[in-house]
């Protein structure tokens, strides 16, 4: 461990002999107003020698003991052990609706017996002197093993490798192993070394909380000690023992909402009453509604954008602006018929012709994929449903508004960050960690020099249509919205999209090539939420004190069997599971991310957005919302100036614009629920149990996530997927309880008007 680390001699305790005025370090925590700052709670924290966060106080320790073992044989056969199962599940998973991201956490639970196992049964000899066995499973072997499986699991299973689904599905394009290969890697590790790079504004500052992570550093410190080492004096059960607890009824309960009874996933019992009522359908459902039922039985439903994790304050804004946009302004727009959009579900992730029928774009491109103007004009223009309208202008107006809410109230963190050494931040983790050699800089752009090589080869030599220029480009804005972005991610554990950008900028670039628009996609925002999974897992590493060189090494290798491992299982599910991508697959496997995907590659690749949003076209208003983004956190920014301590610090429009972004494919199903949780554990529990709330908030959540990965396994693999699908066919599967949420209007998707036969709505020409 001496290679890691710089000074041996050093002592956490050192730490507190320190002069430094409580006072003096707290004003130097967060260079701008911090809404999860609790200013009495922080000073503690800092006369302690500990976080001024009390969710960082109760899951992560303040001290380190540099001689426990992390880079070990046994922690890199494990991490890449999991790196392969993790990221081949994910995969598979990532086709289904509702699905579950597997995110390290079922790694991070059964690597431990298997770790200490190890410990028990290799026997303690060298081979080509590297120690077999160690000794006991220590808590920093787990987290690099963890990150490794991390690294192949939530951070893997996004659009990058859906780019290929795409080509496959929408376009008819299979290429080699070795192109989908080149394009994987060159996007996953562009963004590591992005990530890497930008760590010192994003991962050393202790306002960067990254609040995800203090569920897995709960989890860490639960099963290797055998005493509370949160805060607080609540008794009760172990943390170890409530997990297991709540594992078990997660993992058991799932069985009754994921296969006996799915009417208790899509629990849209308004819609049962009248199921041929269009009105209260629209309203009440939860397939193709606004899901004003807002309760679920399910916690894939409940978890599918986000756990109870994001602080009350930032879920109260993703609340209202739900509520607001999706109940308030989408049903004034859907029946005063604007956009036409009476005669498309209020609902939907796809896109529709001028008669209502799912948008054929077969029918409007050349076999090159780019458009074919004359098909184009004989066919229809594109139409969107009213939801997936809004999701478009709040996904401009969350563009503008990162950029202006960064520029007004984080711009003096950014410059001071941009200044200052890990040894000078005032916190005692950055102090810690500083003692260990740290990563240079130039190893980071080593990793990004040879994947960019690497991204050139793959759209030189394949035909995508994508020049080099753009390539550079999109990396570009990438790397320009990641410090904003990830220090409003790190706060609020809310990601701003920057999806939309990128298809904007490369619709009017080259326009009319599809294949070209999604590769700017890729490089463009799926390297930024690459950067920013990696920033997340730098975190980690620096709350659980793990050398950074042992970091880099781990995420390399993991990253590069990931991506491998997830093309092979694609490959595999395209070739042996029926109908995969149908939106009727028997399994639930209907891609819903593919197809949005899909459906953003016809509007802003095939067709354009200039014959989308440009002025007189039929979505022109919608850019609009632009000016509705720059605008709005300027109104937040002078009022907190004249009533600083208001409700206003609060208000964080980034988080309103982009906290739908998940819609499509999630819809009320799963935000009504969430924010419903979200305010009983973040603000009631939170509130009037704190004790509680701090010894088991995080292991529970970590517990429900463990047991509904595991139950979606054993379903899947032991009840769906054998016999083609037939056991209890005529039984479990067909009874009332299982298909009765699909028997209505909602579970139909059906329009409020229908079209005359032959008929057709819209413009006449365009």
Known sequence: MAVDFQDERYSPTDFEKSDIKAQEVLETIADFDDPNIDRDGAIVGVLEDDSPYPEVRSAVANTDDPSIPCNSFRAWVMGIAWAILISGLNQFFFFRYPSVSISGIAAQLLSFPVGRAWAKVVPNVRVFGVKMNPGPFSIKEHVLVTIMASVGGYCACFDRTDIIAVQRVYYGQTYSFIYQWMVVMSTQLIGFSIGGILRRFLVQPPSMIWPSNLVTCALFNTLHSQ???????????????????????????????????????????????????????????????????????????????????????????????????????????????????????????????????????????????????????????????????????LSFASITSTLMHAFLFFRKQIWVQSRRSMHEQPDIHARLMSKYKQVPEWWYMIVFLIMFVIGVISIELWHTEFPVWAFVLSLTIAFFYVVPIGMIQAI???????????????????????????????????????????????????????????????QVVATAIAGTVQLG??????????????????????????????????????????????????????????????????????????????????????????????????????????????????????????????????????????????????????????NNGTIALNTIQSWWGNTVYMATADGKAKPLLALPKGSTFGPTTW
């Open 227 to 393: 005493t509370y080492a949160g805060i607080g004096t609540h008794g009760g059960i172990s943390r170890e023992r409530f997990f297991f607890y709540a594992w078990m009824g997660g993992l058991l309960w799932y069985f009754v909402p994921g296969y006996l009874f799915q009417g208790l996933s899509y629990f849209s019992w308004v819609c049962w009453i009248v199921p041929d009522n269009i009105v209260v359908n629209q309203m009440f459902g939860y397939v193709s509604g606004l899901g004003m039922s807002m309760v679920t039985f399910d916690w894939s439903q409940i978890s599918y954008i986000g756990k109870f994790l994001t602080r009350r304050w930032a879920e109260a804004n993703i609340a209202s602006g739900f509520v607001f946009f999706f109940w308030l302004v989408v049903p004034a727009l859907y029946y005063t018929n604007t956009w036409d959009s009476k005669y498309m579900p209020i609902s939907s992730r796809t896109s529709f012709d001028n008669t209502g029928a799912p948008y054929n774009i077969s029918r409007i491109i050349n076999s090159d994929a780019s458009l074919n103007l004359k098909a184009y004009q004989e066919y229809s223009p594109l139409f969107l449903s009213t939801t997936f309208a809004m999701s478009y202008a």
């Open 492 to 554: 609020t554990n809310q990601q701003v999209g920057l999806n939309v950008i990128t298809e904007l900028v490369v619709g009017y670039a080259l326009p009319g090539k599809p294949i070209a628009m999604m590769m700017f996609k890729t490089w463009g925002y799926i390297t930024m939420y690459q950067a920013l999974t990696f920033a997340s897992d730098f975190k980690l590493g620096h709350y659980m004190k793990i050398p950074p060189r042992t970091m880099f090494w781990g």
């Open 569 to 722: 299982v694609q490959a595999w599910m395209f070739s042996n599971i029926p109908d995969i991508c149908n939106p009727h697959q028997k399994n639930g496997f209907i891609c819903p991310n593919t197809e949005v995907f899909g459906t953003a590659s016809f509007i802003w690749g095939v067709i354009g957005p200039q014959r989308q949003f440009s002025s007189g076209q039929v979505y022109h208003a919608l850019v609009y919302f632009f000016l509705v983004g720059a605008l709005c956190p300027v109104i937040a920014w002078l009022i907190s100036l004249k009533w600083p301590n208001s409700f206003i610090r609060y208000v964080n429009f980034p988080v309103i614009f982009s906290g739908m972004g998940a819609i499509p494919p999630a819809s009320a199903l799963n935000y009504v629920p969430w924010a419903i949780v979200g305010f009983i554990f973040q603000y009631i529990i939170r509130r009037k149990h704190f004790s509680w709330w701090t010894k088991y908030n995080y292991v529970l959540s970590a517990a429900m996530d463990a047991g509904l990965a595991v139950s979606i396994i054993l379903i899947f693999f032991c009840l769906q997927y054998p």
